[in-house]
């Protein structure tokens, strides 16, 4: 019998397997390369899926195989680095490869669509076109306006690139190329715009840590340096020596930190277009950045956690900035952390990786103790600014106005004063968190969550921070009819009310989720700023990161104390960072900053450690504290969540999973709950959880991959949503 040659297919499906098909009709699949996409039959329907592997066919007997049908690349998406790296992840996380797969490519290409071509069309004056005068278009100002850019950019500009600096103008681009002016041809998008601005000479612990990077062989190096101590710096310098070597470089900053500046100095540093990667983009920009990197074209990606997946051929170097983000952590469906998983492909590359922060993830110093990173530090701030001096305020038994305190309000008038600008940070955005009957009591629930209604004075309604459900605020108290409803507490938009009314005539900037909902709202403010013509700045973790205000001379913190005693055992981890990171973003050599952070608990041993020692010290403190409790980075954990629209649902769901993995498990992994969690209700529906947890990474992963696919055959399964999170950051 001749040897038969069949397909093993990655099928997007929540499944943990993959499926054996024979080749599409008049394919020889033997000359089939693992990467390309294939269309399938799937249950009644039809899927898109990626080809792993050719293999021969040695089962006998009866079952026999479908057929694919048709193969939709000639070329593979996928090197076999980087599907091994999808792979690894797939079982690491514990989630079906199929749709790790799906979730490394973009959404035209999931669906089996063919991949857009590389080619775009590109803009460019005509001869004719540089040579007008703009005088002849005195009455269609927008077209001269154009006519200016495109002056400036000899090698044209892609429609996305002037729609960018100039807003949707097709019918001036039409207009234009009517006359003769402009031209439009399909080619690469424009990659080198002028020359690359000359860099700063690196200061010595920079070029300590640029020299002690080790090209064409895998390393992780931790770059922990302060905010301003010249991080950025550090990894265009890295970027150059990969560029150099003809190699590509992939470079991963938080949601938040991806701002055009940024993109702007990575572009004039480099002289050359990044291909950029982030959730803002539409998918036909999304799949072109893509397919730029895939191809090699693009030798650098600039983007946010997803970019992490992006195929590239020639991949030299990974930068992750800002580390300890927790937005590299996707939080629902395929939850892998980017940070880790960019360690593993600069493993499976043989390349270098660099994790930089100004406050490392204890993760990452623990790692960098134990050896297996290497640390490098960046002691001063570059440029000679000099770093913020912290004070703890005790607020205990004074009188507060909406959150601030007769001293903090005092060092505020004396900053505006002196004509500097002060920052306020409150990490909680709407009017007040409370409102409450004073006759009876009552508060503004969440109907859908246990959890309060925030008011949002400006608009006049309750909103939900959890589930965003919200409704108009009560005229009246709605159990005793009294009309005397009151506020308590305050959000941003609170302390905005009474600064303003303290500081008649002062800009004030604020920086939340609310004020910059619009589209270039944020940009906005952050120019206002820039300017001067803003002199208090009040805002959310939105301001504590990414940016730099360095007439900003007082930072007001006014309530960490939630990160003493939360729930979580990362909540100090997460409040040191936050502190540190606000008050980073403040002062330079002339004007040093001022930091004073509001508490109730001003005796409270790590906040008295941070303030007085810094972060490093505090790192170490809390390190001692998780590794008494076995607790990450010193153990490892998996979450097991639950949610159902009954209560009962989800307890008894875990409770069976939970016997199913006792069964399976030799005591090494501990098992704690199930228990409900920390917020039981939310949205609708009843949730909990059961926590996994081992001292050995390589037991909890055996047991993992010996459970979870049977979970789904628990009858209770089908009653309930369950995901698996492996190394969660978040207990909710
Ligand atoms: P970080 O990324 O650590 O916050 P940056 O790289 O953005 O720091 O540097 C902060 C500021 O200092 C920037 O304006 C940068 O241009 C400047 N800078 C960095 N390194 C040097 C240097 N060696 N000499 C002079 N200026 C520098
Ligand atoms: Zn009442
Ligand atoms: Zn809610």
Redesign the pocket.
């Known amino acids: 019998m001749p040897e038969k040659l069949v397909l093993r297919v990655a099928v997007p499906a929540p499944l943990h397997q993959t499926f054996d098909y024979l080749p599409p009709r008049g394919v020889e699949a033997g000359r089939l390369l693992p990467g390309v996409r294939l269309r399938v039959p799937f249950g009644r329907g039809e899927r898109c899926g990626l080809l792993l592997e050719v293999r021969v066919w040695q089962e006998q007997g009866e079952r026999t195989l479908k057929r694919a049908l048709a193969l939709l690349d000639g070329t593979p998406l996928f090197t076999a680095e980087d599907l091994a790296l999808l792979k690894w992840a797939s079982r690491y996380y514990q989630y079906p490869l199929g749709e790790v797969i799906a979730n490394a490519l973009p959404v035209r290409l999931r669906k089996g669509l063919s991949a857009l071509p590389v080619h775009t069309p590109v803009w460019r004056l005509t001869g004719q076109g540089s040579m007008q005068a703009e005088s002849d278009l005195k009455r269609a100002p927008k077209q001269a306006a154009l006519l200016r850019l495109l002056r400036e950019q000899e090698g044209g500009m892609t429609r996305e690139q002037v729609y960018q600096q100039f807003g949707a103008c097709g019918p001036t681009l039409k207009a234009l190329q009517q006359k003769g002016w402009l031209q439009m041809r399909e080619e690469l998008p424009p990659m080198v715009r002028g020359d690359a601005v000359r860099a700063?000479?690196?200061?010595r612990d920079?070029k300590v840590a640029v020299e002690a990077v080790k090209q064409d062989r895998f390393a992780a190096y931790l770059l922990d340096?302060i905010?301003?101590?010249?991080?950025?710096?550090v990894y265009l310098a890295l970027v150059r020596q990969v560029l150099e070597a003809g190699r590509q470089a992939l470079v991963l900053v938080p949601e938040i930190g991806l701002t055009p500046q940024l993109i702007e100095r990575f572009e004039r540093r480099l002289g050359m277009r990044l291909a950029v990667l982030h959730s803002g983009l539409g998918e036909g920009e999304r799949e072109h950045a893509w397919q730029l990197a895939r191809t090699g074209h693009a030798p650098v990606v600039l983007g946010t956690r997803s970019a992490l997946l992006t195929p590239m051929p020639r991949l030299g170097l990974i930068v992750v900035d800002e580390e300890h983000d927790l937005s590299f952590k996707q939080q629902e469906g395929f939850r892998y952390s980017a940070r880790d998983l960019a360690v593993i492909r600069a493993q499976r590359n043989d390349c270098p990786v660099m994790l930089g922060s100004a406050t490392p993830s204890l993760e990452s110093l623990q790692n960098a103790l134990a050896g297996r990173y290497r640390h490098l530090t960046l002691r001063q701030r570059?440029?000679g600014a000099s770093t913020a001096k912290m004070d703890l305020l005790d607020i205990r038994s004074l009188r507060m106005d909406a959150g601030l305190s007769p001293v903090l309000l005092r060092n505020l008038e004396e900053t505006l004063a002196a004509g500097n600008q002060a920052l306020i940070f409150l990490n909680r955005r709407g009017y007040a968190p409370i409102l409450t009957c004073h006759d009876c009591g009552w508060v503004a629930q969440c109907r859908r969550c246990d959890a309060r209604m925030t008011l949002h004075a400006a608009s006049g309604l309750l909103w939900c921070h959890h589930c965003g459900s919200q409704r108009r605020r009560d005229p009246a108290c709605p159990e005793c009819q009294s009309e005397d409803l009151r506020s308590l507490g305050q959000g941003t938009e609170r302390v905005e009310e009474v600064l303003a009314t303290r500081f008649p005539g002062v800009g004030i900037a604020r920086i939340d989720r609310d004020t910059t909902r619009r589209k270039g709202s944020l940009d906005l403010l952050l120019e206002g700023i820039r300017k001067g013509k803003y002199s208090l700045l009040l805002g959310t973790q939105m301001l504590a990161k990414g940016h730099h205000f360095p007439d900003v001379t007082l930072v007001g913190i006014l309530d960490v104390d939630q990160g003493l005693f939360g729930a979580d055992y990362r909540a100090a981890e997460r409040m040191a960072q936050q502190i540190v990171q606000v008050s980073g973003r403040a002062g330079r050599a002339e004007k040093p900053g001022r930091v004073l952070i509001q508490t109730r608990h001003p005796d409270h041993p790590m906040m008295q450690l941070l303030v007085r020692e810094g972060y490093a010290a505090f790192a170490r403190e809390a390190l001692a504290e998780r590794e008494a409790a076995m607790l990450p980075p010193f153990g490892y954990q998996a979450l097991l969540r639950a949610e159902a629209p009954g209560e009962a649902a989800p307890g008894a769901f875990l409770e069976a999973a939970r016997e199913q993995a006792l069964a399976l498990e030799g005591g090494s992994v501990q098992l704690w709950g199930p228990v409900p969690a920390p917020m039981e209700r939310r949205a609708g529906r009843y949730r909990a959880h059961l926590l996994l947890q081992s001292e050995s990474r390589a037991e909890l992963q055996r047991l993992l991959a010996d459970w979870i696919p049977r979970i789904s055959r628990l009858k209770s399964a089908r009653r309930v949503r369950w995901s698996i999170d492996v190394d969660p950051q978040e207990m909710y």
């Open positions: 700063p000479t690196l200061n920079q340096g905010t301003g101590s010249g991080k950025t710096e570059a440029g």
